[in-house]
């Protein structure tokens, strides 16, 4: 659980943070982002955390220069650490093919298909080992633990608290691959990293999770940009994520649609401030 | 006049703009940003417009992405224009040798030497052609214009406004190169695109020309993080311009400096929200 600081700045009274580690699940080195606030630096208060997973081509850099969450983060006190998308330093044919598989694109899952299953278990790394890393390292409030993403990590904040009732307090999600099983990039992924048995990938698919879960009751924070070409082109569905959940009580969305904005940057500036604060009420509120 | 649009996408219910064109005081084509807040894109109401400089190995879009100036620019409802940092697609002898003269590197002056004179005219492409092709081409409201910048943009807008009084109503710089002629990269760049003779420097040194100024009074909002390597190894010298202005009662200074703050886009992204507003104020106040 030894981790390496890499780089650190002043910003907004607390501190961006970049970290490496040898990570036992991925099997190479891995580099996350860390924002501390001024309380966690000056007297270690323990504060709530929050994971951002980003999208594809993305490492942890996008978020820590784009996104203008550190204000945010800052205002309400939260720890923000974001993990990069993929396995890194790894030498694994076709890694680099393309930028929708395999480099920059891991689709937080658990390959089971060789050779990507020896590092790809992006799913396992953000749950598990970065869990334990961060409660090792870093002075987070036991519990109070909330995930969000983007695109590819609106995906993966949606199956990794799906698949883990409880572990995370708080979910939300800008413009989600929120139905991989019937987009084209999450097809690809899903037949390269699990195989072509469909039924196989029920469970990587947040709008199938909806359909089955049973647990504590959960809620959803969807946000989509109404210019985005990918909601258009089909690779985000999050029509199907509302109409699975519109079935299962145990379910709650909150769906926020944002007339003229697209997929990128200028988006998520505009309305991390509004997650933020969406995460940091839950998390101040939630009984751990 | 003619300009082209690149991009836009839309940000804090304005819009991010990227524009091309051809230059007749650069002879080469140049990419500039531009914000456009909601209010002069509805019913094109005439905003104030504020030029950010921004500096060594920047183009045009470090600043748009990193320093989530927008939020403030719409909040406030200012129009804010970034240009390029030097000539662009030209090929000159030597110009990618370094990172701290020719290409990123323009430092805002009008280059006397060869063979940087054909194209390395920064400054009055600044104070000239982009003012021309602004009020041409966007809703500015005449006159409320002012400037700012970083390093050597912050010394390039010290520069833009001594040199021009009246010309912009409101400037501010973050850790600018102050006093270019006794810091390295000041030395190195006037050398090379003035000369030898450094009394041809003076024109082109922000300590210097406050040293002369004898105008309209001018306030000078100066801005530096404490843990700025740069600041400790001499480069940006603002004690030198403060010395110079408080010998000046044409000159008004505010000097703010921020404990434990470095040199890059973090610090800059906690401060410009404080600078947006300064310029805001003075902006909407100032007589035209």
Redesign the interface.
């Known amino acids: 659980m030894v981790i390496e600081l890499i780089s650190s700045?002043?910003?907004?009274?607390g501190e961006?943070r970049v970290y490496q580690h040898s990570s036992r699940t991925l099997n190479c080195d891995m580099t996350f982002g860390v924002f501390l606030p001024a309380a966690a630096l000056e007297d270690k208060t323990p504060c709530p955390v929050l994971f951002f997973l980003s999208g594809l081509t993305c490492t942890h850099e996008n978020f820590i220069?784009?996104s203008?969450f550190?204000?945010y983060a800052a205002k309400h006190g939260l720890i923000v650490v974001n993990p990069d998308t993929s396995p890194r330093g790894v030498d694994l044919p076709g890694q680099d093919a393309a930028y929708d598989f395999g480099s920059g694109a891991g689709f937080y899952v658990d390959a089971k298909q060789e050779p990507w299953s020896k590092h790809y278990k992006m799913y396992s790394y953000v749950t598990e080992e970065l869990v334990e890393l961060v409660n090792a390292n870093l002075p987070v409030a036991a519990g109070r633990r909330g995930i969000f993403g983007h695109s590819m990590g609106g995906h993966g904040a949606l199956i990794c608290a799906l698949k883990n009732p409880g572990l995370y307090k708080s979910v939300s999600a800008f413009a989600p691959i929120a139905n991989p099983s019937e987009g084209a990039w999450g097809k690809k992924a899903l037949t390269g990293y699990i195989g072509d048995n469909t039924a196989d990938w029920d469970q990587w698919d947040a709008t199938r999770l909806v359909s089955q879960y049973e647990s504590t009751p959960q809620e959803l924070f969807i946000d989509q940009?109404l210019?985005d070409n990918f909601l258009t082109a089909k690779q985000l569905l999050p029509e199907n994520l509302l109409a699975a959940a519109d079935t299962n009580e145990h379910i709650q969305t909150i769906y926020k649609q944002r007339e003229?904005?697209?997929h990128?940057?200028?988006?998520i500036?505009?309305f991390v401030g509004e997650h933020i604060a969406y995460h940091a009420n839950l998390l101040k509120a939630s009984k751990v």
């Open positions: 700045a002043k910003c907004f009274e961006q220069q784009k203008g550190q204000q940009g210019a003229g904005y697209d990128g940057y200028f988006y500036s505009t």
